[in-house]
């Protein structure tokens, strides 16, 4: 089983395939942290407390163990621990410090839910581990779940705290992670970015003090995305130890990583304190979101794959259709400017290139004409579509294809006649006007009436309409935040409230439009996290489609998250591009996730969609690697101007092998080298017709990289023998 207890030692493990995690009560007490690493590597390790001037002790134990020095599982905010602590809680005494100590434990097969919260599945295989601590002074308890994913090699993390003080308390900062390593030997790799460049590459190395990444902006966000790792110096791809951390949960978070005085390194991830607070009232309990960490000996490509095991089998909703549709998208070609005799333009010409789905974007509701008016309005402009939203989708639906529609339930703009109804259903602070954002307001998720509004309203205009996607948009952060809703000692709660007014409603809609797909999206990969892919099979990977910025956008959602999960669209949008090599350079880019296409296609000439028709055939016969194969990385365009990587099969029969250069330099071989190949067998190139001898493979391909652009290279091997 993966949790075990030793009594002798007073000693938890938890054991995944290939790593373990080790932990220790001392003195009865104080449950400190031993390992977290390699399996079978941890024999003989021993707590280590060596005292250090001005570091607080207690005086039962004398000089042998003080909070401030060597590894604990959690840690208290004034407890004599002066480096980053997870808990912060405001009790009735009116300070904020907490001294919790062990009060038990308790190891379950699966794991607690988390309610109103995203959270991953168990499955047979899944243990909890649940600590339970004390601290008497403040009268409040604390759990600690360790739930182990034995298959995946990730242990999961989430805290929660109980009030039993008789009076109320306030949670100023709950982290759902905590963990002590005894080196600060590594690198940090973090996400950072912007609408239209998310998740850039950064990885530099670990220095005395605090880094972290954040987000305050009540989303996910652009600018910092909630993963992290910490790799060994040398670690690469393929090699080296690697540390992978993740949230499951998607409005504001804190990460954060300090190297203590004594160089040993401390992860903290959860909701952070600057965002939140919650008051707690006596009896009532409080749970966090759920933190996830994994770790590779196998390099970054090892964590990567870890976390894609993890995600596709323990937090994507189940595949919707027993093919995920290819679809065209009408934002880029269309803009606002849609109306029924367009639009069914566009559906014939997806039926006839062999496109699934027609995805109506934005432009189809209330007074819509451009981003100035309408959002709340959620009733079909009937100026565009006289006959109503049902008729036109019964057409869309008779060219033989699927239909999706563009939604942003949380918004509003001024100019609507939701908010003329209903000005005091934004987030905002009491006496403060509110800052726009593309013109639009927030609505306040925290407010149950706004939810169940939204319900109605999209029951009303959708139900009995074949609609079999929703593409979930959200395009603005939250500024001035407070909900009038609240009294104000619980404004500190909005964002997080906030958070779960939309996953209720994301859930609402999982189960009142069962079979449809969710593709999330927020201005692009705004929201790229492990919370919205509980609730959608697909994410908006970002705004840019520009191919040369989209393979680095894509090099490193991969660090993360599954390819399934990378909404990549082939762009065209005026047809300015029209040879159909210059096509196939956005098709081999878009190849890293499931396809779409974004682009006027009924205007297009004859080659053009003969082209996409092609493609769209072609992406068939290598669907089921890039939606559920292993992915290795083998150049980063962060490194070099070109990016390359394969999937393959679990039985390694099968290679889909891209090179693709993002600019023109002078010639260069570069070798594209596959480990995994038999050298012993012969693969058929289904792209090219030629046999290549597994040796090649294994020794790698070389390509020369062009002085001229664009250019891309991709093979499709399929052993022969
Ligand atoms: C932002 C999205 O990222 C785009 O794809 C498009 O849906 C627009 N919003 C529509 O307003």
Redesign the pocket.
């Known amino acids: 089983m993966p949790v075990h207890y030793d009594d002798k030692f007073a000693r938890f493990t938890l054991e995944t395939a290939n790593t373990c995690y080790v932990m220790q009560i001392l003195f009865d007490k104080y449950p400190v942290h031993l390992y977290y690493g390699k399996k079978d590597c941890h024999g003989g390790i021993s707590y280590q407390n060596p005292y250090k001037s001005f570091s607080p002790y207690f005086d039962e134990h004398g000089l042998s163990y003080s909070p401030d020095i060597g590894m604990a599982e959690y840690s208290y905010f004034g407890s004599g621990d002066f480096r980053i602590t997870p808990l912060r809680i405001k009790n009735k005494n009116g300070d904020s410090v907490t001294h919790f100590t062990y009060d038990g434990y308790r190891i379950f097969d699966g794991r607690m839910n988390l309610p109103r919260l995203p959270y991953s599945e168990a499955d047979s295989d899944t243990q909890t581990l649940e600590l339970s601590l004390l601290d008497s002074v403040s009268g409040c308890s604390l759990k600690l779940f360790y739930t182990v994913f034995p298959n995946e090699d990730v242990i999961s993390r989430y805290a929660l705290v109980e009030n039993e003080s008789g009076a109320p308390v306030t949670v100023e900062k709950i982290m759902s992670l905590m963990l002590d390593l005894p080196t600060s030997d590594f690198d940090m790799i973090s996400l950072y970015g912007a609408h239209n460049a998310e998740r850039s590459f950064q990885r530099v190395p670990l220095f005395h003090g605090v880094q972290s990444v954040m987000s305050r902006r009540g989303a996910s966000s652009h600018q910092y995305n909630p993963f992290t790792a910490l790799c060994a110096k040398n670690a690469t791809e393929r090699d080296g130890d690697v540390y992978g951390f993740n949230f499951v949960y998607s409005g504001n978070f804190l990460s954060e990583t300090e190297v203590d005085q004594t160089g040993f390194t401390r992860v903290s991830l959860g909701l952070g304190s600057e965002n939140f607070n919650w008051l707690l009232e006596d009896g009532d309990s409080f749970i966090t979101p759920e933190a996830v960490m994994t770790y590779s000996k196998n390099g970054l490509g090892g964590m990567s794959r870890n976390f894609h095991r993890f995600v596709r089998a323990h937090i994507l909703p189940p595949e919707p259709f027993e093919k995920r549709p290819v679809v065209l ?1 009408t ?1 880029e070609a269309c803009y606002f400017d849609i109306d029924e005799k367009e639009m069914l333009r566009f559906a014939k010409s997806a039926a006839d290139t062999g496109i699934d789905m027609l995805v109506m ?2 432009g189809w509701f209330g007074a819509r004409n451009n ?1 100035k008016a309408g959002l709340g309005d959620w009733y079909v402009n009937k100026n565009k579509f006289r006959d109503g939203l049902k008729s036109f989708v019964d057409r869309v639906k008779a060219y033989g294809i699927k239909f999706g529609i ?1 939604i ?1 339930p949380e918004m509003v703009n001024p100019d609507s006649d939701l908010y003329r109804a209903h000005p005091e259903w934004c987030i905002r602070c009491t006496d403060r006007n509110s800052t726009l954002s593309r013109n639009q307001l927030v609505l306040d998720m925290s407010n149950r009436d706004v939810v169940e509004y939204l319900k109605k309203s999209f029951s009303d205009s959708f139900d009995g309409i074949s609609i079999d996607y929703f ?1 979930w ?1 959200m ?1 603005r952060h939250m500024s001035e935040v407070g909900s009038p809703a609240l009294p104000p000692e619980r404004q500190g709660e909005t964002a997080y409230r906030y958070m779960l007014g939309v996953y209720d409603l994301y859930r609402w809609f999982t189960k009142h439009f069962p079979g449809a797909m969710i593709e999330n ?4 990969g705004g929201r790229y996290d492990l919370g919205m892919m509980k609730y959608s099979t697909q994410i ?1 990977t970002s ?1 840019n489609t520009w191919p040369k910025k989209r393979m680095k956008i894509q090099y490193s959602s991969t660090l993360a998250y599954p390819t399934c999960t990378m909404s990549c669209h082939v762009s065209n949008p005026k047809n300015i591009c029209k040879n159909p090599d210059e096509l196939k350079y956005r098709w081999h880019v878009a190849l890293n996730g499931p396809l779409g296409y974004e682009m006027h296609l009924p205007n297009a000439d004859d080659l053009i969609k003969a082209t996409v028709k092609a493609q769209v055939e072609a992406y068939r016969s290598y669907e089921h690697l890039i939606l559920r194969g292993d992915f290795y990385r083998i150049f980063s365009p962060f490194d070099s101007n070109y990016y390359a990587y394969y999937f393959t099969d679990a039985q390694h029969t099968e290679f889909l092998l891209s090179f693709e250069q993002s600019y023109g330099e002078s010639a260069a071989r570069v070798y594209l080298k596959i480990p995994e190949a038999d050298e012993n067998a012969r693969y058929f190139d289904t792209v090219s017709g030629d046999i290549f001898d597994g040796r090649t493979l294994v020794n790698g391909i070389e390509v020369k990289t062009r002085e001229t652009d664009p250019y891309s290279v991709m093979w499709h091997f399929v052993k022969t023998k």
């Open positions: 998208n934002w974007d934005d981003d563009w942003e593409k948009d395009n999206c927020s201005g692009g908006w705004d």
